[in-house]
């Protein structure tokens, strides 16, 4: 599990990038795998799910997850929730304690996000269509709604993959220069190949946002020696499925 240092400086929240090892799944799920969207056993996920609640805080409530859609949208969970099913979207806003929030990533952005002083979090995942459809920005704007101000507001950008190995064709490219012909410093060519910097995009959307609070944790899920899932990486090597990392965070 890796955790970020501006988060970290925030008392009463607790956090986590967990990669794939500490699990009980095997072959390749081997070991952590947190995703019921997987083919792995139910009974694997499950064990690696409360693996993740012990290490986040035992006493807390079970882990809140989505049926990730690559939307825009979000779920806020207030003292009023009930959990009766699985919602289909991409991020989670609250201002419940004890309550760890989670997205499942395997290439695409986990991002973190704490208000402390309003006591709100959010747990976002950013694929390249959650980012071009504004995700970020969305869940900033509601927080904001719900008086958080820009310079309280952390962010954490989690491991995923860079742009050197996200190699993306010529209609990618001209989707995004359609939407904002500044998006091509996001690209960049080698070998006539094309190469999109997602986590740069997204910097970038915080950037426009005034948020200076923001800590990018550099590694590349793709790299097999850094221990994480990576959905290209199986597809490269003809693997008929892969794992899904957690992001979780959580007001103590």
Request: proline share 2%; charged share 30%; net charge positive.
């Amino acid at each position: 599990m890796i955790t970020s240092k501006k988060l970290n400086k925030l008392n009463g929240i607790s956090h986590g990038f967990f990669n794939r090892c500490g699990g009980k799944s095997k072959g390749i799920y081997k070991s952590l795998n947190c995703g019921p969207g997987s083919n792995d056993k139910r009974i694997n996920i499950y064990e690696n799910l409360k693996i993740v609640k012990r290490k986040i805080n035992k006493d807390c409530k079970n882990i809140i997850l989505l049926n990730q859609i690559h939307s825009n949208k979000f779920i806020f969970i207030n003292k009023n929730y009930k959990k009766k099913r699985k919602f289909k979207a991409d991020a989670i806003i609250t201002n419940q304690k004890k309550l760890p929030i989670g997205i499942l990533t395997a290439d695409c952005v986990p991002i973190l996000i704490c208000d402390k002083k309003k006591n709100i979090i959010a747990a976002i995942h950013a694929g390249w269509k959650g980012a071009y459809k504004n995700i970020l920005t969305r869940v900033i704007k509601f927080m904001l709604k719900k008086d958080c101000h820009i310079k309280d507001i952390h962010v954490a950008i989690g491991p995923c993959i860079s742009q050197k190995n996200y190699n993306v064709k010529e209609d990618f490219f001209k989707k995004f220069i359609k939407k904002d012909k500044k998006n091509t410093k996001f690209f960049k060519k080698r070998k006539n190949l094309l190469y999109f910097d997602l986590p740069g995009y997204i910097k970038s959307q915080l950037k426009i946002m005034k948020i200076s609070n923001i800590d990018h944790i550099n590694i590349d899920t793709f790299e097999y020696k850094n221990n994480y899932f990576s959905a290209r990486r199986s597809i490269r090597l003809k693997h008929d499925d892969y794992g899904r990392n957690i992001s979780i965070i959580m007001i103590n």
